[in-house]
């Protein structure tokens, strides 16, 4: 963890609080050993973190266990890893997921919204991203997403996902908060108790930025406007050389955690990913995790959900610029190495995020169905229209039908269950759930 000393605020727009909270909850891998290394053998760590993570089950109020899972976490991610641990890894990833949260398998009927691919920055490995005026640049009109979100509603949704670039354009009189609060206000009136789920971090901090405005104004008006939660987006992973590397002009680390730590001060839960299998090292995913965990027992320090989940999201490079994906090596994620990640992600984040999803758009479905086998509790949502990672090359289709998700998880002879955004009962959909 970095120093709290004096933090200045480069963003512009957070309390110092959650600047100087920021710097104490990132696990930076550049003040760490590298590589990770262990002289522990995988199954004496295994026990020892199934203990350590069952201890703080029943006490959560713990300090968080930073040095202790960093030391166990290196005998997980240590390689190489022969079949036989593979399988211990797996089992136990398994055992813990049933422990923690039983056998259920869930999803979400939702559709994605993607208002506009227009966006100010050029992430080394966006697909979607376009300038004004370039070929396959989209911005949908108010009438539109309305219609989409009605139809949504119609084929039994219980949640709109929002996410789109940073808007680049002039706004003339109106702001880009006005104009959040406004697309968050149609939706509502289009599609009446549906939860809405929006608003990365890099763009609430676009909103913020552009407008002048504090990001906890911007936060308690998107809320009052009706946003229900946030994306856990934009981490990628939270290591300052790789962000140099793949997303120089993305929010920082430091950043992204200062954001979601102002979202969930604000009582608006989100989710937690990581961007993986390109050019981060096992020390790197290492701290990543112990960031969110540690984030997480902050959340629940101050009486807040903080994440709801986690999703492990395989790193697509069929689209991506040709130097990155010479230096990554392959188009498509290793499914092998991915399904491992899943495991070793499930038993270090332990208690802390209960449900963990793989993402069937970029690992498709049959192996995301195989992720449940690797810790995984929850299938994520039949999305409807899915263009992101599709523009990036991803191989898992747009939508899902929730016959197919279902049908994956019994497959697994798993009971299935539809959930809502915050894996409560469908039936007990009020706009909150
Ligand atoms: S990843 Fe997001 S912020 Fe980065 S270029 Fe793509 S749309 Fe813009």
Redesign the pocket.
Known sequence: MTSTSAPPDPLGCLEEEAWSIAGDLLVDPGERDSPVRSGRALHRALDELLLLNRGFRENPGHPFPLESLLDLGAALLSTPLDEGDRERLRQAADDWRQELVGETVTYVVNRNLNAS?L?A???GF?A??RSPGEEGAFVLSRAELRDRAAEARARGATELCLQA??DPRDDGETGHLDRAISLLRDLRDAAPGLHLHGFSP?ELLHIAQRDRLPLRTVLHRLREAGLGSVPGT?AEVLAPRVRRLI?PE?LSARAWVAVIWEVHRSGLPSTSTLLAGHLETPLERLCHLCTLGAMQQEAWRQGRVGFTEFILLPFVGASAPAPLRARVGRDQPDPGAMLLLTAQARLLLGPWIPHHQPSWVKLTLPVAAEALRWGCDDLGGTLMEEHISTMAGAAGGTEQTPEALRAAALGLRRPVRQRTTLYGAPDALCGCS
């Open positions: 691919n966006c920055l050029r992430c966006c979607f991203r670039g940073l890099q934009a997303c993305k």
